[in-house]
């Protein structure tokens, strides 16, 4: 059962991520061909509830579409189950947060 809930739980952040991965490239294409520096993008997040909203839901979907998927992964190259392999899960879904949620807050927050 946990397998069916996971395989869900990794489709819906996949169905979560496709648009902002989308408007990521769209900001990204606009910043790069109109010409902005890394200091004026920074200028134009800062202090942008919207811009901490977009990326933090991204960082939430990411971090648990990869841990499920590195899951898999782990499970099916190394055999490695039961608890090591929720541990592993619960550590990678985590380090992924903190290490984007740190991102976020850098770009976003003054």
Known sequence: MLTVR????????ALLMAPLVLGHLAVMIYAVQGGLS???ILGRTQG???????YGAFVVAVSVHAAIGLRVVVHELLGLKGVLLD????????????????AVMAVTLS
Not at 48 to 54: C, D, G, H, K, N
């Open 6 to 13: 996971l395989y869900m739980l990794q489709r819906i952040t």
């Open 38 to 40: 890394a200091a004026e």
């Open 48 to 54: 942008s509830v919207a811009w901490f909203l977009f």
């Open 87 to 102: 541990l592993f899960t619960w550590a990678t879904a985590a380090g992924l947060f903190l290490l984007g949620t740190r």
